[in-house]
Every structure is written in structure tokens, then in C-alpha cells.
């Protein structure tokens, strides 16, 4: 049952390298990548922040997601169990930011599946590791 955990993660991680290249270059898509920055200029509009005054630039929030996503996905990976768990715990806040802005946009909800199943995965894989940390903690 680990091996399927530990395929899950490399998966998970390897799918979060990829978007977040797609977030930060049109090399590999040019229609990705333009369809990326519009949707973060919806996505910039709808930014929980805007309520206390501070306003995000569109092509910022890109590049920050884009980095987060393809450092986090590289150490969800490949990186030493810590910051396995740190990243997981940060590429879910991204998930639930993903949600919540395509929630408040009144997008349909079939937009928010893939988010959906990834923030699902990354719980699982946190719900596993504080469960495996428990029983080493009882042996």
C-alpha cells in the first residue's frame, strides 16, 4: 500500500512541475499559457485581499503560482519527507484558493474538478503521513 502513496505523491508532484511550467513559459503551449494569464486576470479580481485594499497584478499572481507550483510539485516529488509534508500543506492552499476563486467567479462547477481531485489527493497524502507518524510514534 505505500508503493500506491508513493506513486500518488511522484504523480502529484510531477502534474504540479508541469502546470507550473505551463504558469511561467509559452514554450510548451502557447494557447495554455494565454489562456492561463486571463484566467489569472479573473482570478486577480476575485483575490480575497481585494477587500482590505490590496490589489494583486494579474501577471504577478501567475509567475508566484507558477513557481510555487513547480518548486512545490519538484519537492512533493523528490525532496526529503519534511518538505514533502510543507509543500503538500502549501500546494493545497493553492487548490482551495483555485476553488474559492472559481467558486466566487460563479464558474460552472465542473471547473473545479481537476483542483478538486488534486486538493483530495494532497489531504490523502497529509491524512497518511500524520497517520504513519503516529504509529511510529506508538512503536
Not at 501577471?59 to 525532496?79: D, F, K, Q
Not at 467558486?103 to 460552472?108: A, F, G, I, S, V
Request: aromatic letters at 10%; glycine letters at 8%.
Amino acid at each position: 500500500m505505500a508503493l500506491v502513496f508513493v506513486a500518488v505523491r511522484v504523480l502529484l508532484g510531477l502534474f504540479f512541475m508541469l502546470t507550473g511550467v505551463m504558469k511561467l513559459t509559452d514554450r510548451i503551449s502557447a494557447d495554455l499559457y494565454a489562456q492561463a494569464k486571463d484566467e489569472f486576470v479573473k482570478f486577480a479580481a476575485v483575490f480575497p485581499l481585494n477587500d482590505l485594499g490590496i490589489k494583486i497584478e494579474p501577471m504577478h499572481y501567475l509567475i508566484a503560482v507558477g513557481w510555487i507550483e513547480l518548486v512545490g510539485g519538484l519537492l512533493l516529488a523528490i525532496g526529503p519527507r519534511i518538505l514533502q509534508e510543507i509543500c503538500n500543506i502549501i500546494l493545497a492552499i493553492i487548490m482551495m484558493g483555485e476553488i474559492y476563486s472559481l467558486l466566487t467567479m460563479k464558474e460552472p462547477l465542473y471547473l473545479c474538478t481537476p483542483a478538486a481531485v488534486c486538493l483530495g489527493l494532497l489531504l490523502l497524502l497529509i491524512y497518511v503521513w500524520g497517520r504513519d507518524s503516529e504509529k511510529q510514534k506508538e512503536e
